[in-house]
């Protein structure tokens, strides 16, 4: 047997290690009517104490000096080097996994981020469960003027309550598709009547690198409303387990603004931007409101 001939040497921890899920086996978070999150595994799992679970993004990054991790303050200043400098390989070190429950309509969004493990729910094995996602009048939002894909302020209540009303004739079809299930149609088709706002859920793992990526087009005011209210969720879960990380994410990427060429140019003269068009003068436009550069000088 090949295996007799391979000694493997254990050998003991240096420090001391503690679980940076603190013993539990979940974390899990709410989401709207049905929905959830919860953070299920770490990788690294075990930190040494003292620090988070960033030390594994220094473990990597030094792993060409063979320094091994220094002082939490010296960590610190590598992360946020590193993350300002897009070294993201010693990131991709870092992986969580995540049980999610969430409708059709944010699964196919969230799917598009293809950097990450899948495994979901199956409707072709399993009845799907009779959970729909049906917002509040409050949550009902009037088609955006500005923002083609998006909604803004809260609809008016008669045709919100119309709204709603729809979703619930539309969720009366479950009895359809269970009776029909009953009377021996395969799940694999029956689930094609079932509308997008029905709940699925899934196993889902990514490494902090591509974690980030996904958090800052999801968090993004530009993105619909309910994958946001997930994304803050995951978010929410992962910052106190690489607390650090998480700071140079919201500094370096979420909360920065990039700068295009004629943007720069724009500041260096104090003139209008230098093009033509609409969209492009509008995103300037804002950018300049962010970053409190008066208006007259920068017309
Ligand atoms: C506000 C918003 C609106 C959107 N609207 C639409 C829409 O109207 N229609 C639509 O179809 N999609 C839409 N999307 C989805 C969007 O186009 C991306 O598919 C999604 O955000 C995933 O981004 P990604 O490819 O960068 O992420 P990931 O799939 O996680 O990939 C991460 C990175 O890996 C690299 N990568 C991964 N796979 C490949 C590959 N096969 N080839 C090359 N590089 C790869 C790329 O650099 C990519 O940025 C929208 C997304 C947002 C946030």
């Given at each position: 047997m090949i295996e007799e001939k391979i000694e493997i040497n254990k050998i003991p921890a240096e420090t001391e290690y503690y679980d940076v899920m603190g013993g539990s086996h979940r974390w899990e978070v709410k989401v709207h009517d049905h929905g959830s999150v919860a953070l299920v595994d770490s990788m690294p799992r075990l930190a040494p104490?003292?620090?988070?679970?960033?030390?594994a993004i220094c473990q990597a990054a030094r792993v060409s000096y063979g320094a091994g991790t220094k002082k939490v303050s010296e960590d610190k200043g590598l992360i946020r080097y590193l993350y300002r400098h897009q070294h993201t390989s010693p990131f991709e070190m870092v992986e969580f996994k995540f049980h999610c429950v969430m409708p059709v309509f944010i699964a196919r969004q969230w799917i598009r981020h293809r950097t990450a493990n899948v495994n979901e729910y199956s409707a072709r094995y399993s009845v799907m469960p009779d959970k729909f996602y049906h917002p509040s009048a409050e949550d009902v939002r009037k088609q955006s003027v500005s923002n083609r894909q998006g909604g803004e302020e809260q609809l008016e209540a008669k045709t919100a309550q119309e709204f709603l009303d729809y979703l619930d004739k539309v969720e009366e079809n479950y009895k359809t598709y269970n009776n029909l299930l009953e009377k021996g149609l395969s799940r694999e088709l029956g689930r094609i009547g079932l509308p997008v706002s029905i709940y699925t859920e899934w196993y889902w793992k990514i490494d902090l690198h591509n974690l980030f990526h996904f958090l800052r087009l999801r968090m993004?005011?530009?993105?619909?409303k309910e994958i946001r209210d997930y994304a803050n969720t995951i978010f929410a879960l992962i910052k106190p387990i690489v607390p650090v990380a998480c700071e140079a994410f919201m500094d370096y990427a979420f909360e920065s603004i990039k700068l295009t060429r004629l943007e720069i140019e724009a500041i260096r003269s104090?003139?209008?931007?230098?093009?033509?068009?609409k969209r492009e003068t509008e995103e300037w436009e804002q950018k300049k409101q962010l970053l409190g550069l008066d208006k007259t000088s920068q017309a």
């Open positions: 104490v003292g620090q988070t679970a960033d030390f993004d005011s530009h993105s619909q104090g003139k209008p931007i230098n093009t033509t068009n």
